[in-house]
């Protein structure tokens, strides 16, 4: 839990981020992205437009797609985050991220690692969705290179694959 | 950018919330799921000294039902008001709604409180609470107080909320059977805030329109209740010739404006639109329910 340290607007939390334990001093007003980044040095998460447009900073909070720029760093304190740099397991990528590289779902890379997460969650509770679903599922998510449909079809492979893992 | 430096307190009981803002006025803000307040804060339009921050006060989330009213806490995440199987049974229209609000990452931080005190004109939930006839509730230093949807919304983001009062509670009235209910929405894409919106609740006494409650949203800098539309239903019924007739009493009475996404003219168009689309809808619903 946050304990205040003395004299100063600062916080201390303690967070769990892709299964390691940090226990963190900050600023109250430190966005969880800026935290992730900066303090952490878990760059994969991107800054984008910073008011919750884009989707670019999307991460998992306990389990659940949040915007990281529109959450404080204290709000996570004691929670369990997961970062695209979760993803991958013992140097082996994510079906999700393979289907993303075998079906050229990215150009510049920017919005990857939010469109990774909002399709892994999608995944969890869609085993098979539609293209219509996952159209949905990432209208919340930009890629201003346009390659949605290569997106919507490596989500789709993904799926088929058994990419819930 | 980033929000600039504020003092940061995260209460655990209502009491001590209210304390806070009582303490700090008008330079105090209260932190709910902030998909709203946190943009205008990273944006530097809203720099509060103090952030009241509510998360923690978990005794103000919660869904139930008591005596022909369902009972939201402020703090219940639009996500749990969508998946909500009371809701969904008891309010279909406020289930209907929430699912509108922005995108899954959006609903899973952003609350129902939050929604309903930002007062965005375009948002989905007032309008649906206007055609539930729904309440909330405030609690301030004085204690609580409750304040009808109908007299909620000021203007554009503004309300009758004191700034020392926290909204607790949202109180809907349980949709009686015979009833059917929908919202709709045109937007630019999915998630997005409505260039024009409606909830419609009907209540059907065989081939009679018994009762009609009719709430737009995005037409005006407030959501508005449409009346005029209401009286000529619950008059006249529903035939092709009143439906018509009440999309044009909506075109009438809503205050679009312009703007970077879509023009005045627009919007009233898709109000009119929407009404027959929804009504026609909720008639055909109703129909099914009374079976």
Not at chain 1, 97 to 109: K, R, T
Not at chain 2, 204 to 222: F, K
């Amino acid at each position: 839990m946050a304990r205040r340290a003395r004299g100063t607007n600062v916080r201390e939390i303690e967070m769990k981020v892709n299964g390691i334990a940090y226990h963190e001093t900050v600023e109250p007003r430190r966005l969880l992205v800026d935290f992730l980044r900066d303090q952490l040095g878990l760059t994969g998460t991107h800054i984008g437009c910073e008011h919750g447009v884009c989707g670019a900073c999307t991460v998992l909070v306990d389990g659940q797609s949040v915007r990281a720029c529109l959450m404080l760093a204290v709000q996570a304190d004691g929670a369990e985050v997961t970062t695209v740099e979760g993803l991958a397991r013992d140097g082996k990528l994510h079906p999700l991220q393979e289907a993303f590289w075998e079906h050229h779902a990215l150009q510049c890379g920017f919005c990857t690692p939010g469109m990774l997460l909002t399709a892994y969650e999608l995944l969890q509770t869609n085993r098979k969705p539609e293209p219509d679903a996952i159209r949905d599922a990432i209208a919340g998510n930009l890629c201003r290179c346009t390659g949605y449909q290569n997106i919507v079809t490596a989500i789709q492979a993904a799926a088929q694959a058994g990419g819930r893992a | 950018m980033k929000p600039p430096a504020f003092r940061y307190v995260d209460p655990r009981s209502v009491a001590d919330a209210v304390g806070h803002l009582q303490e700090h006025g008008g330079g105090a803000k209260i932190l709910a799921g902030g998909q709203s307040l946190l943009p205008l804060m990273n944006l530097r339009l809203v720099r509060p000294q103090v952030v009241v921050d509510i998360n923690r006060i978990s005794a103000l989330a919660y869904i139930r039902e008591t005596d022909g009213v369902l009972a939201l806490g402020g703090l219940s995440r639009l996500h749990a008001v969508v998946g909500s199987d009371a809701v969904t049974r008891r309010a279909p229209l406020l289930a209907e709604a929430a699912a509108h609000v922005g995108h899954l990452a959006i609903r899973h931080r952003g609350t129902i409180g939050g929604n309903l005190a930002h007062a965005d004109p375009a948002s989905e939930i007032p309008a649906a609470l206007l055609a539930l006839e729904g309440e909330v509730v405030a609690t301030g230093p004085r204690g609580a107080r409750t304040i009808a949807v109908a007299d909620l919304f000021r203007g554009p983001l503004s309300t009758a909320l004191d700034p020392t009062e926290l909204l607790t509670e949202v109180r809907v009235p349980i949709t009686p059977p015979g009833c059917g209910s929908v919202f709709l929405e045109v937007s630019r894409r999915a998630g997005d805030f409505a260039l024009a919106g409606i909830g419609v609740l009907l209540q059907r006494d065989g081939e009679q329109c018994a009762r009609v409650r009719i709430g737009v949203c995005g037409v005006g800098g407030t959501p508005l209740r449409m009346r005029e539309a209401e009286r000529i239903l619950e008059r006249s019924g529903v035939t092709e010739d009143t439906l018509r007739a009440a999309a044009r009493a909506v075109e009438h009475a809503v205050a679009p404006s312009d703007d970077t996404q879509a023009s005045a003219d627009y919007r009233r168009h898709v109000a009119g639109v929407l009404t027959v689309r929804a009504l026609r809808q909720a008639w055909q619903r109703a129909g099914r329910e009374g079976r």
